[in-house]
């Protein structure tokens, strides 16, 4: 069975700090899609990435960045000189090839203090 | 625009109850879900369809029952209300392609008293 694992499950900052929020995950499907949420304060669901396992580039979106490693079933997520407003609760979550369900994990309540 | 709505935002209601929790969309997506949010769990799936008249089991579904007679509206059925499943609901969509994310809505803050 598919599964993600965020160990973090708080973390705090301070301002402009470089601050990564590990994913890991487990699947016994070769291909499959990883993904990050991000939910603030007001409690929505924004969905920030995809990542599909054919395509290890990292990725860099302004202040944020995403490290895929297969070879450590990882998709950690990075955000460079972090903000007040990027306070949330980051979600990573993984879509294997049969369906197109989402496993999520515990998610990483991050707290970015002025 | 189109969007994801769910009504009502907050519900509070008594043990044993039969309580629905409404989602609807207008994205014209064929998938839809629900989830629960609880501290420490994440989302866990409640349930699922892939279609009109396709409805499925997620991992929590006990307690939980759902149907599709369109494409537009997931509705979820709690059959007799429970204090465990004090809950914040999510109802998500997604396109029938492998790749695309899913779109959740504003979520519905439930508590079983």
């Known amino acids: 069975a598919q599964k993600v694992t965020q160990a973090q499950t708080e973390i705090s900052v301070v301002e402009k700090e470089d601050v990564t929020l590990d994913c890991v995950y487990e699947t016994r499907d070769t291909t499959y899609y990883l993904f990050w949420y991000k939910q603030p304060p007001s409690g929505e669901l924004v969905f920030l990435i995809r990542?599909?396992?054919?395509?290890?580039q990292n990725e860099i979106s302004g202040r944020y960045s995403w490290n895929f490693q297969k070879s450590t079933s990882s998709f950690n997520f990075t955000i460079t000189a972090s903000q007040v407003v990027d306070s949330a609760v980051y979600f990573c979550a993984l879509r294997e090839t049969s369906g197109s369900r989402l496993t999520f994990g515990e998610g990483t309540q991050l707290t970015v203090n002025p | 625009d189109a969007e994801i709505t769910q009504s009502p935002r907050h519900k509070i209601t008594e043990t044993g109850r039969q309580v629905t929790l409404a989602c609807h969309q207008t994205w014209n997506h064929n998938n839809m879900f629900w989830y629960r949010q609880d501290l420490g769990h994440g989302l866990r799936l409640i349930h699922y369809s892939y279609g009109v008249q396709d409805t499925n089991k997620g991992e929590v579904s006990d307690g939980y029952s759902v149907s599709r007679s369109n494409t537009e509206d997931l509705p979820l059925t709690l059959e007799s209300a429970a204090s465990s499943q004090t809950s914040v609901y999510f109802c998500?969509?997604?396109?029938?392609?492998?790749?695309?994310?899913?779109?959740f809505g504003p979520g519905t803050r439930l508590t079983v008293l």
């Open positions: 990542r599909n396992s054919f395509d290890e």
């Open positions: 998500a969509s997604s396109d029938g392609t492998w790749s695309s994310e899913q779109f």
